[in-house]
Nanobody, 120 residues
Framework: QVQLVESGGGLVQPGGSLRLSCAAS????????MAWYRQAPGKQRELVAR???????NYADSVRGRFTISRDNAKKTVYLQMNSLEPEDTAVYYC??????????????WGQGTSVTVSS
């Protein structure tokens, strides 16, 4: 059974940086998509950044140029480097992976969420 475990959230001042990590445990054949979403209080969950299997990336307009998504295939881990953080980035961040599971096809998995608070 696949599980995603996130780490790296916390409290940071405006202008600061954080790096989120999401490690997958369990057995899967390949990774189709790795992504980060976030949900601020009272708002819907939104896509922050996405990394597709071939290596192409997509970013929300609000984070483009400040956030970078990357992966380490050997560690089955996806990262989100967040720079120049703003109070508007405060949210719970969720890792998402769409994985190819032998016998099951493509399956979506979610992490438990990690809280990021940007405040002075």
């Amino acid at each position: 059974q696949v599980q995603l475990v996130e780490s790296g959230g916390g409290l940071v001042q405006p202008g600061g940086s954080l790096r989120l990590s999401c490690a997958a445990s369990g057995t899967f054949f390949s990774t189709n998509v790795m992504a980060w979403y976030r949900q601020a209080p009272g708002k819907q969950r939104e896509l922050v950044a996405r990394l597709i299997g071939g290596g192409s990336t997509n970013y929300a307009d609000s984070v483009r140029g400040r956030f970078t998504i990357s992966r380490d295939n050997a560690k089955k881990t996806v990262y989100l480097q967040m720079n120049s953080l703003e109070p508007e980035d405060t949210a719970v961040y969720y890792c998402n992976m769409n994985l190819l599971i032998i016998g099951s096809g493509s399956v979506d998995y979610w992490g438990q969420g990690t809280s990021v608070t940007v405040s002075s």
